[in-house]
């Protein structure tokens, strides 16, 4: 039914725009002659009326004057009808064919782009379905199962040996907080995400009472991206014990609202993500993926009418990212190459450290990436890649940024 009403539109659309295209009418300036014989003919009517006044005919001839000249005036009215549709008007033809290219294309590109299998519903039926997508979600376990583990670069034998004895030392010591804490960052930088998943969940167990908002969001963020980027009821449960500590908390809220979207509520969803766009900063790492989908959300939660707020200029991202100052750049003069290339992995190391716990802007982790290439540590960049593409994958802008660093880098 909605194609038939669609087509129907379309047609008569089609009708009322092509018809004045088509319509036959005298080029611009050009009276044809039968116009002017029909202005002669009437004044030759009024004529033989005024002369009848006048008494210089009489009746019978008046009236037989009336019937000649009203045979000519039928004649040139047929005349000026005929000629005015000898000519079409300019461009017609091709106006034409371009409306007709713009509806093929629409029907063309519908069932590409719109969704032509959808039945139409009331909201009251959309409502129902969504809260039916949510009451079904799968468990955390067969999420975890089905979620898709692309290849991953095999990371540095060094570093690789490192966290070996790094999972060692916690099996040994399973109630060292700082060694879970290193644990699940380091799990989740090899991609390894359910072990980081757990490690994560023994160290916010261990805290019991004291872990805060920010150990929760980040437990809540692991559960999602184990489970392929689907918020199960396990990621939920985790998201709430972290509002529950910090109903402000920014990477909750986000998670919040992306659990409204996979369930179909964009009008909940929208309130939450337009408030952490108004309050910033335009670095967090929630930002970027907020600012690409919020005009749509806010379409589909009826609010068309809204604008998202420009970003700070001094909140862009840009070539001033965090490097060496000038006592740092004088004092490296002095140093031999052994103490500066110590200088350089330190700078390196410390950014590495500060997206891996803090996040960052899809400028820095493309520095990190070829900053780790350029001091011999390409097997390790290869890793980093692997988790910047997955830290980015909703992110087009973001995501051609890392690859572009990456191919500059010598990376596949």
Known sequence: MFWIICAALAGVVAIAIAAPLLRRRAEAGEEPAAAYDLRVYRDQLREVDRDLQRGVVDAADAERLRVEIGRKVLAADRALQAAGGRRRAPGGWAALAVLAALLAGAFLLYPRLGQPDRPDAPIAQRLADAQTLYDNRPSQAEAEAKAQKGPRPAPDADYAALIERLRQAVAKNPNDPRGLELLAQHEERLGNLVAAKEAQRRLVALRGDKADAEELARLAGLTIEAAGGLITREGEETIAAALARDGRNPQARFLLGLLH?????????????????????????????????????????????????????????????????????????????????????????????????????????????????????????????????????????????IEAAAQKAGLE
């Open 261 to 401: 979207l996979q369930n179909g509520r964009p009008d909940r969803a929208f309130p939450l993500w337009a408030g952490l766009l108004a309050e910033g900063p335009e670095t967090a790492p929630w930002i970027a993926p907020i600012r690409g989908a919020i005009p749509d959300i806010a379409w589909l939660a009826g609010r068309p009418d809204y604008t998202p707020p420009e970003p700070a200029a001094s909140a862009l991202p840009g070539p001033g990212l965090p490097g060496p100052d000038a006592d740092s750049m004088a004092a490296a003069e002095n140093m031999t190459p052994d103490e500066r290339r110590q200088m350089v992995e330190g700078m390196v190391k410390g950014l590495e450290t500060r997206l891996a716990t803090q996040g960052g802007t899809p400028e820095e982790w493309a520095r990190l990436i070829s900053s780790l290439v350029v001091i011999g540590q390409k097997e390790h960049a290869a890793a980093i890649l692997g988790e910047a593409r997955q830290r980015f994958s909703g992110n087009g802008p973001a995501s051609d940024l």
